[in-house]
Structure formats: C-alpha cells, structure tokens
C-alpha cells in the first residue's frame, strides 16, 4: 500500500512538472569601461570599445517549485567553436583584458527534480549572444612640452592611448634624479602627468628625459626613453610669430 502512495504521489509530481510552462529569463549584461562609465546591454546587443573593461552579467532567472537552475555563460573568441571559459553562477563578474571580439553566450536551464528527462533549456535558439569588441592598443609619448599655463602642453603625458592595460612612467633630470613618477590611472586625463614642477616648485627650461613602459590589450609591448624639452616660453602665440 505504502508503494503505491508513493507511485502515486511520483506521478502526480512528475505530471504536475510537465504541464509547467517555464518562459525564457532574459539576461542583460552591465559593462564597465576603463573610464567608470556603465553600459546596459541587452542579449544580442554589441560593444565597440578599448580594453580594459568589466562586464558584470545578470541571468535573471528566478527559481522554480520542484525544477533545479542551473545559469551557465560561454566567453568564446570569435572564430572558435569552443568557449575558452565557462562560468557557472547566475551573476558574473569578470574583467576582459585582450583585445579582439569576445562572444558571451548565455544558457540557461531548469531540469524537473523528479524525471530529469523533462527539461526547459534556453540557449542560442533563444538568445543572440552579446558581442564585445575591443581595440589594438596603440600609445604615443610626445618629445616636449609647455608648462606655462595657457591650457595647451601645461602636463606631460602619453596621448592616443587604446587599450593599454600596464603603464609606468618616470621623469628624470640630467643626473639622473627621478622628479616624477605616475601609472595607468593618469593616462587618460587633461590635467594629469608631469605639469614641469618637483617638490612644488617649477624647474628650469631644459631637456629631461622620460622612461615609458606599457602594455597593450593585445600583447604588444611599448617602451619609450628619450628626451623631452621643456619649454617655459612657448605659447600658441609665439608659434605663429603673434598674428
């Protein structure tokens, strides 16, 4: 008698899950730029942009009465079948660091607790995956600059810059003292870098010289060491004779 209770008890679960109808969560992705900036991307949306960035990735799927969950996300470089990285968690954190186009592919499935033959999954049938795309790095490191105040050149600094991932860079002067030193989160500012001062105080006008290491997104390695000149009198004004 007892075996049959539980017989029926089974079938009735197993009927009540396969008359469920499960609709499609829908995933949405949150990325971060290297300039703090958030942008909310819907499944099949694109991203054009430089590295590095962080995408924080939600499933939006919410549990269901006698189904387990399972939230998988798939990162796969464009051109390759397989994904390099699976992550299994409803909420994602991740930063991308490589240039070129990452494929996020959602799946999401629930699977019946008691006939595990009965099964709601949505994948790539269900959802375009988002697309991020990112830059070649590049980086530039100019030979002078004028601290005079004008608003133009008044900082040292490296400019075209795409998504470098490591940077550091001093400022020496001819014995080799070091007067500046700064790193990556002073690439990407007007008024940040070397404004021609050590210990508070302006320097003379003069050659001094520069040490830049830095890396790209795709792996290409930079290094500059040359000269920079300092110029104290320069203006817009004096470049073009004062007209």
Partial sequence: MRNIILFLVLFVAISANAQVNIEAPEPVAYLVDNAGETTEMAFGDEYTGEAPVTIRLNANAEEVDGF?????????????????????????????????????????????????EIVWEFGPEVYEPFRIILAESKIEAPNAFSPNGDGINDYY???????????????????????????INEIDCETCGWDGTYKGKPVKAGVYFVVITAKGADGVSYEFRRDVNLLRGYTEETATGGE
Wanted: overall charge negative.
């Fill in 157 to 183: 600094n490296v400019f075209n810059v795409k998504s470098i991932v490591e940077f550091s860079a001093a400022i020496y002067n001819r014995w080799g003292q070091q007067l500046y030193s700064w790193g």
């Fill in 68 to 116: 387990s969950l399972v939230c998988a996300w798939e990162f796969i470089k464009d051109g390759e079948a397989e994904p390099y990285l699976v992550r299994y968690d409803a909420d994602v954190e991740l930063e991308l660091r490589e240039s070129g186009t990452t494929i996020i592919q959602p799946r999401i499935t629930y699977t019946s607790t008691v006939d595990s």
